[in-house]
């Protein structure tokens, strides 16, 4: 018997209560990025009194606060940076939710390198993974045909010079290569 061991990957952020948290206190929970704008089901709220806090907002039962923030976060590809309010993570557990599982590194890779985080942009941009320079001209040879080599003079093309070349058009992050905007 064989058991998997399945990595969790989703965006979770731990939203707590910012009045707690200013008096030593730690009242909150993780949940779900999706979810984190929803701070009931991290923090132990109320409906407070419209008069005093305003129409539907909710306080905190151990304190009266009505400020939560986002104190710690995991897998959100640097999309946050610190911590953030409950709405932001929502919004970024968003983004990541419209890619596919397997997009996720080189999205993270896109950011990394500066880029707006834009999931068109980003797939729009995308060329692929590659090992080298080197690697990225050979794709572009033979699977777009940029440059048609006869086989026998093949030998003689220099695929490491083509691939510097080519870098000039494009970013490079771990491996995955997107193009300039």
């Known amino acids: 018997m064989s058991t998997e061991l399945k990595i969790d ?6 939203v707590g209560c ?3 948290y200013n008096s030593g206190l730690l009242n909150g929970d993780w ?3 999706l979810e984190a704008a929803d701070i ?3 923090v132990k ?3 407070g009194d419209p008069a005093i806090y305003g129409e539907n907002c909710q306080v905190c039962v151990k304190c009266g606060s009505d400020e939560f923030w986002v104190f710690d976060h995991e897998n959100f590809l ?4 610190g911590e953030c309010s409950p709405s932001e993570a929502q919004e970024k557990a968003e983004l990541l939710n419209d890619l596919a599982e397997d997009q996720r590194e080189a999205f993270a890779a ?3 390198l500066g880029f707006e985080p834009n999931v068109s942009s980003f797939e729009d941009a995308y060329i692929g993974e590659f090992d080298t320079d080197t690697a990225l001209a050979e794709y572009f040879v033979d699977e777009l045909g940029s440059i048609d080599i006869p086989d026998n003079l093949r030998p003689y093309f ?4 083509y691939g510097r070349d080519l870098s000039w058009d494009f970013s490079n992050h771990s491996g995955h290569y997107f193009w300039n905007h």
């Open 18 to 20: 910012l009045g707690c």
């Open 31 to 33: 949940i779900d990025g």
């Open 158 to 161: 220099d695929f490491e010079a």
């Open 110 to 112: 896109y950011i990394a």
């Open 45 to 47: 709220v109320k409906i």
């Open 78 to 81: 640097g999309l946050i940076k």
């Open 9 to 14: 990957t989703d965006p979770r952020a731990w």
């Open 40 to 42: 009931s089901q991290a």
